[in-house]
């Protein structure tokens, strides 16, 4: 890895160096390796169990002939399609790789058509159901904790869409909810998670490998590339730890804006695992997603840039990791996966926060479940313009866009935001909720208090029912952008609830 740090970055690559003495000062990737949770905290609270992402690929190793074998069964059973349903951690790496190695055609064999839903819009789920063939569709349910509300709900639905129990396969810790009702009703697969690996951790775990080998991918090679660069960064100097120095350089020199300018889905993987491990106790590192490159005149002084293999332009302070590409086959990106989580543990350890946590996410799930209990609350609606002129130097706008993932409305709001940068020279981020309450939605709420947060919804359209719920599709993200929008005004947070047509405009 290389940092370079044209003019307005020296400061930044002076930080850089101190962050690199101090990792070593601390023997940092050492006590990381032997899961010492006092590189973190005193109390081991979740992280001395929150570690076994060390040393899962290696046992992954062991269960790949199987995982094959479950594969391999699915297409003698004319099963040809999958629907994924899942939340954060249980759908971003899926989602990666039905863009990636999949749509590249690297993998050894075809996959069966695959599809992610991590939505609870009603458009999106009943999609869904009217797309895929019910009779050759394998529906595969993803929650570490078993109770995730999404997915839960998507289990409750179509569930009473497919007649066989063969149909459906469950991934999630061992004595949950979700894995008991599995085992009751027989469902074809029960695959049980390492206990010991955060959400946002379990790229190769079963979260990840589970889709990777029904994708007819390389499961030997993912695995293999990330078993390399653990190695490679076991030394003090290493890809995981020089990365980790630049991060934290970053947030000590204000350049707390982490902008990726390219990857698409793999950025997209990286926004969860860096906004919810870092976001917290008034701090954190923004990750900027597929925001469109600009001049750097577009650009304030709080960015730090990174990419892969040159190319950046003069003036922007960047981490350049060289000639690595995700794009390169599994072992490419397994190699990538790991370089990025033991950057951001040990970055957390410099950061001076746990970073395995998530402290403030469950504030805007308990105030959803409280919305649906009690009906939705009377938000007053904002001109963009008003909530804009609340906007300071060193901020960062967050589009918040409860819609359907496939609304062509979210092409006008990335032009806003687009629009926003370009005139406000800030940082922007568009989220689709509720995705984003299981990725930024921590950041927005334990990090820095500089965001601006604009929340919209789309038009009520055609709803679908959950069964033996008291609540619909409809219910649930009307209840959860509520939700987030009161944890955030009681976190004193700048949220502003706005029109679709006026944000749109904005680009105007």
Not at 460 to 477: K, M, N
């Amino acid at each position: 890895m290389t940092t370079t740090s044209e003019s307005g970055g020296a400061g930044w690559a002076t930080a850089v160096a101190a962050a690199e003495g101090e990792l070593r000062e601390r023997d940092a990737v050492a006590r990381l390796f032997a899961h010492d949770h006092t590189l973190w905290q005193d109390d081991p609270t979740e992280v001395a169990n929150r570690l076994g992402w060390l040393d899962e690929p290696e046992r992954m190793q062991g269960e790949v002939d199987s995982l094959l074998a479950f594969a391999r069964d699915l297409e003698a059973d004319d099963l040809d399609h999958v629907v994924w349903c899942g939340m954060g951690g249980s759908s971003l790496f899926p989602e990666l790789l039905v863009a990636t190695l999949a749509a590249g055609k690297v993998q050894p064999r075809p996959g069966p058509a695959f599809t992610v839903l991590d939505s609870s819009h009603p458009a999106a789920v009943a999609r869904v159901a009217h797309t895929v063939p019910l009779d050759r569709t394998l529906f595969c349910f993803a929650s570490k904790s078993g109770g995730t509300i999404e997915t839960r709900s998507h289990l409750e639905y179509f569930r009473t869409l497919v007649a066989r129990p063969s149909q459906i396969v469950a991934i999630t810790d061992a004595g949950s909810a979700l894995d008991s009702l599995a085992r009751t009703d027989g469902y074809r697969a029960v695959f049980n998670a390492n206990p010991d690996i955060g959400g946002r951790y379990s790229a190769l775990s079963h979260f990840g490998m589970v889709p990777a080998a029904i994708l007819g991918l390389d499961l030997a090679s993912i695995l293999r590339g990330a078993i390399e660069m653990i190695e490679q960064c076991r030394d003090a100097g290493g890809p995981g730890a020089s990365m980790a120095a630049a991060l934290a350089a970053g947030v000590r020199t204000g350049r707390d804006k982490l902008t990726i300018e390219a990857w698409g889905p793999f950025g997209d993987w990286v926004e969860q695992l860096v906004a919810e491990s870092t976001g917290k106790h008034g701090t954190g590192i923004l990750p900027v997603v597929r925001e469109p490159v600009a001049a750097a005149d577009r650009y304030g002084t709080d960015r730090l840039f990174v990419g892969y293999g040159g190319g950046r332009a003069p003036g922007r302070p960047t981490i350049d990791l060289g000639g690595a590409s995700i794009d390169g086959g599994g072992a490419a990106l397994g190699a990538e996966v790991v370089r990025w989580e033991i950057a951001i543990a040990l970055a957390g350890a410099l950061m001076g926060i746990n970073p395995f946590d998530q402290p403030d996410v469950e504030a805007a799930k308990h105030a959803a479940g409280t919305v649906l209990e009690q009906g939705l609350p009377d938000l007053a609606v904002t001109p963009v313009a008003d909530a804009l002129a609340t906007v300071k130097t060193g901020d960062y706008v967050a589009i918040q866009a409860f819609v359907d993932p496939a609304s062509s409305t979210l092409a006008a709001f990335q032009s806003a935001r687009v629009a926003i940068r370009d005139r406000l020279k800030v940082a922007t981020t568009l989220a689709v909720g509720p995705r984003y309450l299981h990725s930024t939605g921590q950041l927005h709420k334990g990090g820095p208090a500089s965001g601006v947060f604009l929340q919209v919804l789309d038009a009520d359209g055609d709803d679908v029912a959950v069964p033996e719920r008291t609540f619909s599709f409809g219910d649930l993200i009307r209840a959860q952008a509520a939700g987030d929008y009161l944890a955030l005004a009681q976190r004193k947070r700048r949220v502003f609830r706005v029109r679709a047509d006026d944000l749109a405009a904005y680009a105007g």
